[in-house]
T-cell receptor, first 111, second 117 residues
């Protein structure tokens, strides 16, 4: 069964550094999402992406965040200058048949 | 703002019993609700979707109800097993405006279910 994959599974970075989280959505899906989950809290929407542009973004998704689909398969989330409060699980999802398929997540730890 | 609330207290039940989880929402009338399972350190996994015109939906040992008057969905697992132990998330899909807006899922905080053998 096709699945969404994410790399790395765990990323440790120092405050102020840039990180890029990578996702490979399911191949025939057209709508892509990033969500995050701070430990012990709700899964929160960050951004949706369709037709090579941002469709909607939340208040969390400020100028430090960007998304890109650099080729036909990858979908990336970049955080330009990480803060301690960016520490969370980041989930990529793609939409197909009315259902969002989530990847296993990247645990980002900012020290 | 739209809110979706689940019982944050863990639910502990004995194997073989029926687990019932509650999801309440306010300030929105979703066209459908979804239930997901999340294991520790993993992404949510889709279980069931129920539309506003459906009172009940079943899938194997799972049953979901949707009461638009009470603004509530109930999620039942019958004949529960220790392998059902996980956090269960309720979510509604908020559609966006315009043809290119893909919308987003708004999640509750989840209820952790522990099934004891």
């Amino acid at each position: 069964e096709p699945e969404v994959t994410q790399t790395p599974s765990h990323q440790v970075t120092q405050m102020g550094q840039e990180v890029i989280l990578r996702c490979v959505p399911i191949s025939n899906h057209l709508y892509f999402y990033w969500y995050r989950q701070i430990l012990g809290q709700k899964v929160e929407f960050l951004v949706s992406f369709y037709n090579n542009e941002i469709s909607e973004k939340s208040e969390i998704f400020d100028d430090q965040f960007s998304v890109e689909r650099p080729d036909g398969s990858n979908f990336t989330l970049k955080i330009r200058s990480t803060k301690l409060e960016d520490s969370a699980m980041y989930f990529c999802a793609s939409l197909g048949g009315g259902e969002q398929y989530f990847g296993p997540g990247t645990r980002l730890t900012v020290t | 703002s739209q809110k979706i609330e689940q019982n944050s207290e863990a639910l502990n039940i004995q194997e073989g019993k029926t687990a019932t989880l509650t999801c309440n929402y306010t300030n929105y009338s979703p066209a459908y609700l979804q239930w997901y399972r999340q294991d520790p350190g993993r992404g949510p996994v889709f279980l069931l979707l129920i539309r506003e015109n459906e009172k009940e939906k079943r899938k194997e040992r799972l049953k979901v109800t949707f009461d638009t008057t009470l603004k509530q969905s109930l999620f039942h697992i019958t004949a529960s097993q220790p392998a059902d132990s996980a956090t269960y998330l309720c979510a509604f899909f908020r559609g966006g405006h315009g043809s290119s807006n893909t919308g987003k899922l708004i999640f509750g905080q989840g209820t952790t279910l522990q099934v004891k053998p």
